[in-house]
């Protein structure tokens, strides 16, 4: 199974990347959406994470995707 990355891009340093073993970019795109609802959830302010996004990399380490925030507390919103 290919491996993604998942990095957290915002104003402070990620010390890690989650990395997982996935089917495809469908089953990534899922992760990230949960790892972005996660940190929306544990988050004292969640509005401050609108402009923070999750970028999926593949093996090679390039970005294939990216999962905005502000998206995810929209859909979470709604």
Not at 13 to 25: G, K
Not at 46 to 65: F, G, H, K, Q
Request: hydrophobic share 45%.
């Amino acid at each position: 199974m290919p491996l993604f990355y998942f990095h957290r891009r915002d104003a402070a340093a990620c010390p890690d990347d989650v990395r997982c073993e996935l089917r495809n970019l469908d089953e990534a795109l899922a992760e990230a959406n949960r790892i972005a609802r996660t940190a929306i959830a544990r988050a004292a302010d969640p509005m401050r994470l609108r402009r923070e996004a999750l970028d999926i990399e593949n093996e090679s380490r390039s970005v294939v995707a990216r999962v905005m925030f502000a998206d995810v507390l929209q859909s979470t919103a709604s």
